[in-house]
């Protein structure tokens, strides 16, 4: 799905963008020409409208070869998909423009209370993947109507998604992580800020404004989904890299006589699961993909519900199978320029998000 000019460059600027933290303009301009953070936007806007599986699969060979990239494309992409839940005109307004950018937090952080004519949002929000490169920044927040809490049918407060244009936000760059660097997942802040109601939006099938298959399917699975294939491309490339090293070390004879033979049973091991694992993804992905297709689920079976739990357990696994390899890998995976530390630094990075994380 990635060609070798493609792969060359990711790789190329990979410790640039680390010392940066910030994608670099190389691998910027490169999502930008491939229109990758318009994957799942519609084609009608512009967009590439890429099918759940061929998207998926796009994004976990990103993972396997620069997983702070390809967070950075999935995340991004992720919030150019709220374009299926604008007014056509607007969405096409927007999206028709060449480097546009979205993103943003899912967390009700801030208050947006109707004025009558107006949402005045207030607030501050965590971790918006690229804010430096961000036309938009995307929000929850709850709702208020002339500073009256709105509830819902449940008799909680009611909570809307945002849209704001980059000019109106203060970030904050407070993103100091030691993986993923490159993903710049800073805080920001609005103060304030009026938007129209055009602005506010509901990440629902039910609200969709787009005939595109993909805005059936609710967005908490579709995170799901397109996180854990992140975890993949990047466990997938820990394991050939531990194998490579396995390797590398059965060339001493020592080594090779003392370890070699349980070392190279217990990769094996977690590959020959790992592979399987990773193949019910694809098989979970396809059947969510054809059920939207013809608009027919089986009542009998959620793969919605499969995925939530699927997805959070495979997770945990590769969480612990990375502790378990990483101490037979020597000083150099704890050096910070070699690739095995710089995956496992992404790994435990994208553990700390609550979405799948438990």
């Not at 010392?19 to 930008?32: D, E, G, H, I, Q």
């Not at 806007?45 to 396997?64: I, Q, R, T």
């Not at 802040?189 to 298959?213: G, Y």
Request: net charge negative; aromatic share 14%; charged share 20%.
């Amino acid at each position: 799905m990635l060609n070798p000019e493609q792969i060359l460059i990711i790789k190329e600027w990979q410790a640039e963008a680390i010392k940066a933290k910030s994608l670099v303009a190389a691998t910027l301009n490169l999502a930008y020409e491939n229109q990758w953070f318009n994957l799942w936007v519609p084609k009608v806007y512009g967009g590439l409208e890429a099918g759940l599986v061929d998207g998926l699969k796009l994004l976990e060979e990103m993972a396997y070869v620069d997983g702070g990239y390809a967070w950075t494309i999935t995340l991004c992409s992720g919030a150019n998909m709220f374009a299926g839940f604008l007014e056509p005109a607007l969405a096409k307004d927007i999206f028709s423009k060449p480097k546009v950018c979205w993103g943003g937090s899912g967390r009700a952080a801030g208050t947006a209370n109707w004025d009558g004519e107006h949402y005045v949002l207030t607030g501050e929000w965590q971790y918006a993947t690229g804010s430096p490169h961000l036309t938009h920044f995307t929000l929850n927040a709850k709702l208020l109507d002339h500073g009256v809490p709105v509830l819902n049918e449940d008799g909680e407060q009611a909570v809307s998604s945002f849209f704001v244009p980059r000019d109106q936000v203060l970030i904050h760059y407070d993103w100091t992580s030691f993986g993923l660097e490159c993903t710049a997942s800073h805080s920001f802040s609005l103060q304030n800020i009026k938007v129209t109601k055009d602005h506010a939006f509901l990440l629902d099938p039910a609200a969709k404004k787009s005939d595109s298959p993909l805005f059936d399917i609710p967005f908490m699975p579709f995170a799901e989904i397109t996180l854990l294939v992140n975890y993949v491309g990047m466990f997938r490339r820990f394991l050939d890299l531990v194998e490579k090293y396995f390797f590398e070390k059965s060339k001493d004879p020592n080594w090779a006589n003392q370890y070699s033979k349980d070392r190279f049973k217990m990769l094996d091991a977690i590959q020959t699961n790992f592979l399987a694992r990773r193949e019910h993804v694809f098989e979970l992905a396809n059947t969510i993909w054809s059920n939207v297709l013809v608009s027919d689920f089986d009542s009998n079976s959620d793969p919605y519900q499969e995925l939530a739990n699927y997805s959070r357990e495979f997770v945990k696994d590769m969480r612990l199978q990375v502790v378990d390899l990483f101490p037979l890998l020597g000083i150099r995976a704890s050096q910070a320029e070699h690739e095995i530390n710089i995956v496992f630094r992404n790994i435990f990075t994208a553990s700390q998000h609550s979405l799948l994380n438990g």
